[in-house]
């Protein structure tokens, strides 16, 4: 057999490796682990499985040559190495030789081949750490030259007969020389692989910021309308049959393939979704047997659910639904993801403008307490003076609030300096105790106890005829700090409670709901409001 039909044969067992890496990297989970920037050890281990797997089809496949095997083994190992690093190379190059020397033992060049092989896994390693992904194309095949030479120098040096080992050398060195052109292939592959994924990240991104432009105007003020055009805009942008955002007890807005079943308000999330909340964990479900479904209400094959967070933890979850079974691919998950990051991002903004749009409410409504002292300037100059020391202490707080939470002390002077104007109003009619704890070390958002205080006073004493006790409490609990105001007049109506809670109060009410709604969205728990006879008791924990 002359040296051209040898390089003929070996071109076409490197074309049959070649194609066959091909196929692998075709199956979505190997491709999947290629695509990989960092790789964990078990896609090592499962790349090496592969590659030795290639290096040891590659000594089955090879040629007889005066009782030696020319083969494409080394090819293999070092594509490994050079792509993936010493692991890859070093295992793929240690088992592949063995099994080289344990199919042949006693062959003229079975022992040099069990070196050679090993050799080729640990220059391939020692190449990886040193190169860059420029050129390593080039570097492979240098590698693969080098690793063959080395093999030819310890058949020449080792193999007996030394007649029939040169022999060999000079009809297998230069073919097998020529084939190592087939480690730059493999490597190209994988580049193509990795490029491919960048392709599709830049296509998805701009995707997610298409969508993120096109739901911004929505996230201005966020209600179960607004959710409702967010979520048909991500349905129809990336094609799925219906997409819904919940929060950690409610749907909040379902559009698409079942919408009819979600028209009702206050729908509960499934108890997969509060795992995925629970968690803080995105979960791919997908149906086991065809004539089932994931969702009670809708027949839907498909869902992923995506956690939406923001400072405080987790808020709700974004949920993408398809009515076929369908493997998510790694970009769809990598949009997914994207979206629940900008939809977070937009809600977080959309909390912070309503905190400040609530407070500057607040901050206007406090300014008008300067009509209590005006009578008194005429009728009562020394009573006015009190007023007036309380009033700037009163506006003095108002004019230092920012977006920060402030110290509780600081906070309960401003409400001091509410009562005392309060009382000059009401004089001995009304009642206020204090019920605070010494060294109370806590923050809260500002404005808070006062409004409540104020609504203690204006509904529950004033309607019952001006006269009634307010009692402010601040206590350590259970590293908790239990803040509550209680008043003994008019009880609050049931009405008013069931609008706080849903959201529901008019524009122009702003007190408890202001409370409650800058509570609420700052800690993810509002006001407790209990109904007492007579009076109303109203709390919450810091």
Known sequence: MNKGTIFLQLLEKSSLTIVLFIIITKIQGFKYIFQKENYKLKDLLVISLIFTALAILGTYNGIDVQGSLANTRIIAIVSGGVLFGPLVGITSGIISGFHRYIIDTGGVTAFPCFIS???????????????????????????????????????????RPHNIAIVIIRKIYIPMIVGQISIGLLISIVDAIKKE???????????????????LPYFRSINEESLKKI??????????????????????????????????????????????????????????????????????????????????????????YYTKKYDMSHSKKSLAIGLSQIISTLMEISKIEKIEKEKKKSEIKALQRQNTITSFIRI??????KLIINLSTYMRYNLEVNDNLIDINKEL????????????????????????????????????????????????????????????????????????????????????????????????????????????????????????????????YI
């Open 117 to 159: 092989s090993i050799f080729a896994g640990i220059l391939s390693g020692f190449v990886y750490q040193k190169i860059s992904n420029r050129y390593k194309w080039v570097y492979g095949i240098v590698c693969g030259v080098i690793s063959e030479s080395f093999s030819m120098f310890l058949i020449y040096l080792l193999s």
């Open 197 to 215: 994924k960048e392709e599709v990240a830049a296509m998805q991104s701009k995707l997610a910021l298409d969508i993120a432009n096109k739901t």
């Open 231 to 320: 979520c048909k805009i991500i349905k129809d942008e990336i094609n799925s049959d219906a997409v819904s955002i919940t929060d950690r007890d409610e749907v909040l807005a379902y559009v698409g393939v079942g919408e009819e079943a979600f028209k009702f308000p206050h729908t509960e999330i499934s108890n997969i979704t509060r795992c995925s909340i629970r968690e803080n964990s995105i979960l791919n479900i997908q149906v086991k047997k065809e004539e089932s479904s994931i969702s009670e209400k809708v027949n839907l094959k498909t869902a992923m659910i995506i956690p939406l967070t923001d400072s405080q933890g987790v808020v709700g979850t974004l949920k993408i």
């Open 380 to 385: 009562n100059p020394d009573k006015a003076r």
């Open 413 to 540: 002077e401003q409400v001091k300096a509410y009562v005392e104007i309060e009382k000059a109003r009401f004089g001995d009619k009304l009642t206020v105790l204090y019920d605070i704890d010494e060294n109370i070390d806590a923050k809260i958002p500002s404005l808070t106890i006062q409004p409540l205080v104020e609504n203690a006073i204006i509904h529950g004493i004033r309607k019952n005829g001006g006269c009634g006790t307010v009692i402010i409490g601040v206590k350590k609990e259970d590293g908790y700090t239990r803040v509550w105001v209680e008043n003994d007049g008019i009880t609050i109506d049931l009405d008013i409670i069931k609008k706080v809670y849903s959201g529901e109060m008019p524009g122009n009410k702003i007190g408890l709901y202001n409370v409650h709604l800058r509570l609420k969205l700052i800690y993810g728990q509002g006001l407790n409001i209990y109904r007492l006879e007579p009076g109303t008791k109203i709390e919450f």
